[in-house]
């Protein structure tokens, strides 16, 4: 490899540099083997590492050290890889833009949506949308946390909503907060204490419950509130954190779950369970937008954003400071 005495230009690297070299690198990265990584792109070996030896010419670095055992990237190839990857995913971003608009739509949005997001602000938030920005289009991807923050940080989503620990929060992701709820217990219609005005501790503790697993937010909350009281805490009948298998289980048993307030209320509101008379203090991390913080936000990310404010704000009852 050919060290370079000063720092290459970016005029320099922008005259020389391909799509190419970026894919190299990727799949180099995933492979660890030019002969692999040759297969795979349909080059020989050889060529392959030319074309690594060319990136590396270019930025004056060694971005993979070689051993006998295959390649590894160093400080500055894990650096590249970062960017590359930002790079290809915001050019497929944009063909995909591209071709959305070349059919007929106003802007297109890859959204990561945890599952507090989908029964109440999503669907709202929508419709709100599609009245301001006609023929927008969304492309929907459900998860966990950090599959959805992960994909965020590498340009394969637009946004993602949901409740995330700001400690879980990856670099250059901006966290802005929607809204805040209370908590209630949900159970089904019919179900022997949904007739009671007054429910005690005690007497929630007597039902099987639906818990949240150990380790989620709300889990030790609940248990906390027991003990408070008196009371030994219910024992999970089914540690579960998904609404709709949640809402279906209740349904036709006597289980009992703690919900957010206004996805139980969009339940209740189709019949398919009851709110109960007893309200514990009990909250959740609240719901937020999170958005890429080293990438200007497109237009129609923009109107989504703010429709999302608009809509929480009915959602919400007790609303904190935005926080970054």
Known sequence: MTTQRHPPTTRHIRARLRIRHLELLLVLDEVRSFHKAGARMGMTQPAA???????????GVQLFLRSRRG????????ALLRKAALLLSDLDSARDEIESLTQGATGRIRVGVLQVAIPVLLPRAFARLQADVPRISLLLQEGTNESMLAALAKGELDCVLGRVSEESLPDAILWEVLYQ???CIAARHGHPLSRLKRITPAMLAQHAWILPPKGAPLRPTIERYFREQGVTPPVAAIDSVSVLANVMLMRDTDLLAAMPLA??????EMNLLTIL??????TLPPVGIATRADVP?????????ATL???ASELDTQRPARRH
Do not use: C, N
């Open 49 to 59: 590492s030319k074309l690594l030896q060319e990136i590396e010419e270019m930025f």
């Open 309 to 311: 404010f608009a809509t």
């Open 71 to 78: 390649i590894t990237p160093t400080a500055f190839g894990d």
């Open 277 to 282: 008379s007893a309200r514990p203090d009990w």
């Open 181 to 183: 709820e209370p908590v």
């Open 263 to 268: 996805v139980a209320q969009h339940y209740a």
């Open 297 to 305: 936000a497109s237009p129609v990310l923009e109107a989504f954003r």
